[in-house]
C-alpha cells in the first residue's frame, strides 16, 4: 500500500493498529530496497518507535547502523550517504545513527536516550552476526528510564491534566506507554497494555494526517475536528476517553516505577522499616508507603478496607502499588459487601474526620473504593468541561476543591485558614464539596439542583442525619452564590448583603459557604483564585456577616467638611455610595487629584493594594471612561472593576481596579509614571487612543464563542441603576468598545464589573440616564447596542 492509501483507508475505517502496521511494512519495504547497495558485513536496525514497529504517519525513522569498526564505517561514507539522500527524497524523515555493537553495548553511561532506544531493536537487513552481538541491557538502565521519565514528567507539571495536552510526551500518553514497555523488559512488571491504548493511537493518527507532520499536541480545534472525524458524539465525550486512557497509563507507570526503586533498597532498609512504630497487625510501613499484612485477606474480610483507607486518613501516607494491586483484585468483594451495608456514613464521616482525609479519598478514588461506597460518583469520571478555563476534569477538580479546602485548616496566620478552623463541621462540607458537581453529568438540568439531588440519595442510603443532610443539600444547591455575586453584584450595595443573609440564614452557613466557595474557585485551574479575587470574597464575606449580626458599618467619622470648605465643595453631588465605597484615605487622595487637576483638567495616581489601582480626578466630558479603559487595554492590563462618579462641580473621579499580568509595573518602576502620563494625555485628547490600540495583536475570533455571546439587562437588582449583563470572547479594546457605546446613547457608567474566564469576558455594567435607571425601553435598546459589539471582533 502507498502512504496516500495507507491515509484513506485509516480515515475510512478508523484503525489505528492497521494504519501503523501498514506504514511500518511500507517503510520496511522501501528501506530495504534502497540498502541494498551496501556491503553485506553491515547491518541495518531499525530502533525506537519504528524498532517496536509502531510508525505513526509523520514519524521519525530510527535507523542505527552497524559496522565492525571504525575502518568500515569510514569505507561506507559515500555508500551510505547515497542511501540516507534517497530516503530523504522519498519523502522519509530519517534519523540516524552509526555505531559498532561494542559502543551499543557500553552507551548507555553516556547516552541513556539511545540505551533505551536499543530496548527496541529490530534487524532489517545486513549482518546478522553484527546485530546479534548487542547484549541485552543491564538493569541498571533502569535507573536512566527513571530519570529520564521524572524529568519529562517535570516539564508538564507532574499531570495528566491539560487544556491542550501532548498526547505522545505528556504524563499517561504514549511514550509513558514505552516506559511500562521497557521497565518489563527489566524485570519489573509484565507487559499487559493497560485500557485505553486505541484511543491514543487513534488520536495521534489523526493529529499527524491533519496536521501534515509529527505533530502531538491536542489543541481545542484539533479536539473539535477529531472528534468529528473519529465519530465521538462531542469534543467533551473524546476528551473524557483520552483522560480515562492517560489516567490509567498513568497510574500503572507510577506503580511500575515505583516497585522499580522499592526494588533497589537494601535488606537493612527493609528490616528498619518494617519496625516503624506506625505499622500494625493489619498494616505495615515500608519506604513510607503502606503494605498489607501477607496473612491478611480483603477479600474474605471487606471490613478491612474501611480500615485501610482510615489508616492512609490518620498517617497521610500513600498505599504500595502492591497494596493498590491488592486493592484492585479485591474491590467485586469490596462492593458486593458495600450492598449489605445501611450505616456506612458514620465510618466514612470518622475518615473524613482524620487529619490527611484528603489522602485518605484520593486514594479512596484511585482506587475505586470511593465509587464502589457511592456508584453516583461514576457519572463525573473523567467528565470534561471544554473551555480554557476549566484545567481538570469534574472528578480531579472535585478532589482538588477538598484538598484545597482542607490544606486551609493547617495555614498560619491566614484569614480562610482562621475561618476553616472556626467551623466544627468541615466534614460536612466535604462532603458536600465530594457532590458538588456531580450533576453536570446531566447538562439538561440545573446542576446545583442536580447534584443536591443525587447525593441526597447516595447520603440516605448510607444513614446520614436528616439535620446534616440538610448542611449538605444547602451548600450544594447555593455553591454558585457568591461566585455569581462577586462576578455580577455591587459589593457596596447593601441590597446585595441583605440579599446574601436572607440566603444563607446563619452565620456558620455563611461561613460553611464561604469555605465552600474558596475552595472551588481556587480549585478550576492554579490562576483562577487571583489576590483580587481572594479579596472580593472576604469583603462579600465580612459585609454580609456584619448584616447578619445586626452590626452595621456605618462609619463611625465621617470626613469632617465644617472645618474644611475645599473638602466640602469636592464632595457636593457626589451621591451616597462614594462615601459608602471610600474611605478618609481614599477620599482625602481623591481631593489631592482634584486640586492638581485645576492647570491640565485632569490628574492621575497609581497604587497597588489586592491589585493595581489607578485614581483619575478630571473635568468630566464625553468618552472619559471610555479613554481610560483603552489606555490601560493598550498597556496589555486586564481590567478587574472600574466605577465612576461626578460632582456638582463637573469633576469626575474614576477608579480602575486591574491585573497586571505580565508584571509589568513591578519589573519596570518607570512603567507606572508612563501609564499615568499617557493617560492623561488621552482624556486631554494628545493622544489618539484608537492608535494606541492598534499596537495590540489581534484576537482571532472564535465562531463559537461568538455565537453563544449574551447579552441581558436587570432593572430590579439594584434600586439606582440598571444592570446589563454581558458574556462574549474577550479581546483587547471590548470594553472601551462597551463603554464608548455607553456613551454614545447618553448612559452614565456608575460601576462596571469585569471578569474574565481564560478566553471568555463576563462584563457587567451599572448605568444611570440622568441619575435615574434606564427605562425598560431604554435598557432593551441599550442591550441590543451592547449586544452587536458583543459579536464581533
Known amino acids: 500500500m502507498t502512504e496516500q492509501q495507507i491515509r484513506e483507508q485509516f480515515f475510512r475505517t478508523r484503525d489505528a493498529a492497521a494504519a501503523i502496521a501498514a506504514r511500518t511494512a511500507c517503510v520496511d519495504e522501501l528501506v530495504r530496497q534502497r540498502w541494498r547497495w551496501l556491503p553485506s558485513e553491515v547491518a541495518l536496525v531499525a530502533v525506537g518507535g519504528y524498532g517496536r514497529s509502531e510508525l505513526f504517519p509523520y514519524s521519525d525513522i530510527d535507523l542505527l547502523i552497524l559496522t565492525r569498526d571504525e575502518k568500515t564505517q569510514l569505507a561506507i561514507q559515500e555508500p551510505l550517504a547515497i542511501f540516507l539522500r534517497d530516503l530523504w527524497d522519498d519523502g522519509l524523515r530519517i534519523s540516524q545513527s ?169 535488606l537493612f532498609s527493609n528490616f528498619r522499616d518494617r519496625t516503624t512504630k506506625l505499622s500494625n497487625s493489619d498494616f505495615s510501613v515500608l519506604h513510607g508507603a503502606v503494605f498489607l499484612r501477607v496473612s491478611v485477606g480483603l477479600e474474605s474480610d471487606p471490613s478491612l478496607m474501611i480500615r485501610l483507607f482510615e489508616f492512609v486518613g490518620r498517617h497521610g501516607l500513600p498505599l504500595a502499588p502492591d497494596t493498590e494491586e491488592r486493592v484492585d483484585r479485591a474491590m467485586p468483594a469490596f462492593a458486593r459487601w458495600v450492598e449489605t451495608q445501611h450505616s456506612l456514613w458514620a465510618a466514612f464521616r470518622d475518615i473524613l474526620r482524620l487529619p490527611h482525609a484528603a489522602v485518605a479519598l484520593r486514594a479512596m478514588h484511585e482506587t475505586h473504593a470511593l465509587e464502589a461506597i457511592f456508584p453516583e460518583l461514576r457519572d463525573m469520571e473523567a467528565l470534561v468541561i471544554h473551555d480554557f478555563y476549566h484545567r481538570y476534569t469534574v472528578d480531579e477538580h472535585t478532589l482538588v476543591t477538598i484538598e484545597t479546602l482542607l490544606g486551609l485548616a493547617v495555614l498560619k496566620d491566614d484569614t480562610f485558614g482562621e475561618l476553616a478552623k472556626e467551623t466544627d463541621e468541615l466534614d460536612l462540607l466535604t462532603t458536600a464539596l465530594l457532590f458538588h ?54 459589593l457596596s450595595d447593601p441590597a446585595t448583603m441583605r440579599d446574601l443573609a436572607a440566603k444563607t440564614g446563619t452565620v456558620e452557613r455563611l461561613k460553611l459557604l464561604t469555605l465552600m466557595t474558596y475552595a472551588d474557585i481556587s480549585s478550576v485551574n492554579p490562576a483562577a483564585m487571583t489576590p483580587w479575587r481572594r479579596q472580593l470574597l472576604w469583603n462579600l464575606y465580612t459585609r454580609t456577616y456584619a448584616e447578619l449580626t445586626r452590626e452595621l458599618t456605618a462609619r463611625t467619622s465621617l470626613p469632617d467638611t465644617q472645618t ?205 440616564k440622568g441619575s435615574e435607571k434606564l427605562s425598560d425601553q431604554d435598557a432593551r435598546e441599550m442591550t441590543d447596542a451592547l449586544a452587536e459589539i458583543a459579536r464581533s471582533v
Open 564 to 768: 474644611d470648605p475645599q473638602l466640602r465643595e469636592f464632595l457636593e453631588g457626589l451621591p451616597p455610595r462614594y462615601l459608602r465605597t471610600h474611605n478618609q484615605d481614599e477620599i482625602q487622595g481623591h481631593l489631592r487629584l482634584a486640586q492638581q487637576s485645576r492647570d491640565k483638567g485632569v490628574a492621575a495616581s497609581l497604587t497597588k493594594s489586592a491589585a493595581w489601582v489607578l485614581d483619575v480626578v478630571a473635568d468630566d466630558r464625553p468618552f472619559l471612561f471610555a479613554s481610560i479603559a483603552a489606555t490601560l487595554s493598550s498597556f496589555g492590563f486586564n481590567i478587574l472593576k472600574a466605577e465612576a462618579f461626578s460632582n456638582a462641580h463637573g469633576k469626575a473621579i474614576d477608579r480602575f481596579t486591574f491585573a497586571d499580568p505580565t508584571r509589568t509595573l513591578e519589573l519596570n518602576p518607570d512603567e507606572g509614571n508612563q501609564l499615568t502620563r499617557t493617560v492623561v494625555r488621552a482624556i486631554r485628547g494628545e493622544t489618539n487612543v484608537d492608535q494606541l490600540l492598534a499596537k495590540r495583536p489581534k484576537v482571532k475570533a472564535d465562531p463559537r464563542a461568538l455565537a453563544a455571546a449574551s447579552t441581558s439587562f436587570d432593572n430590579e437588582a439594584s434600586p439606582s441603576a440598571t444592570l446589563i449583563q454581558l458574556t462574549t470572547q474577550d479581546r483587547p479594546a471590548l470594553l472601551y468598545d462597551l463603554a464608548s457605546a455607553i456613551s454614545k446613547r447618553g448612559g452614565n457608567i456608575e460601576v462596571v464589573l469585569v471578569d474574565t474566564e481564560a478566553k471568555k469576558a463576563i462584563d457587567v455594567f451599572y448605568i444611570t
Open 98 to 266: 552509526v555505531h559498532t555493537p561494542q559502543e551499543c553495548n557500553q552507551i548507555d553511561a553516556g547516552n541513556a536516550e539511545l540505551a533505551v532506544s536499543l530496548l527496541d531493536r529490530r534487524r532489517l537487513a545486513g549482518s546478522e552476526e553484527l546485530f546479534s552481538q548487542i547484549r541485552d541491557p543491564r538493569e541498571d538502565l533502569g535507573r536512566n528510564i527513571v530519570q529520564l521519565t521524572n524529568e519529562r514528567h517535570g516539564r508538564y507539571q507532574n499531570t495528566i491534566y491539560h487544556l491542550e495536552p501532548n498526547v505522545k510526551d505528556a504524563p499517561g500518553g504514549l511514550r509513558d506507554l514505552q516506559v511500562l514497555r521497557w521497565l518489563s523488559k527489566l524485570g519489573a512488571g509484565d507487559q499487559d497494555l493497560p485500557r485505553g491504548v486505541p484511543v491514543l493511537f487513534q488520536i495521534r493518527c489523526f493529529l499527524h494526517y491533519l496536521a501534515g507532520r509529527d505533530d502531538n499536541k491536542l489543541t481545542f480545534e484539533r479536539q473539535e475536528e477529531i472528534a468529528m472525524l473519529s465519530g465521538a458524539a462531542s469534543p467533551e465525550t473524546l476528551m473524557r476517553e483520552y483522560y480515562r486512557a492517560v489516567r490509567n497509563i498513568a497510574r500503572l507507570a507510577n506503580r511500575r516505577l515505583d516497585r522499580f526503586e522499592s526494588k533497589r533498597s537494601s
Open 437 to 490: 458537581d456531580v450533576g453536570k453529568a446531566t447538562p439538561d438540568e440545573s446542576h446545583p439542583v442536580v447534584s443536591s439531588r443525587t447525593a441526597a440519595r447516595a447520603l440516605l442510603r448510607c444513614g446520614i442525619s436528616e439535620r446534616e443532610l440538610g448542611v449538605v443539600h444547602f451548600l450544594i444547591v447555593a455553591h454558585l452564590e457568591m461566585s455569581a455575586i462577586m462576578n455580577s453584584r455591587d
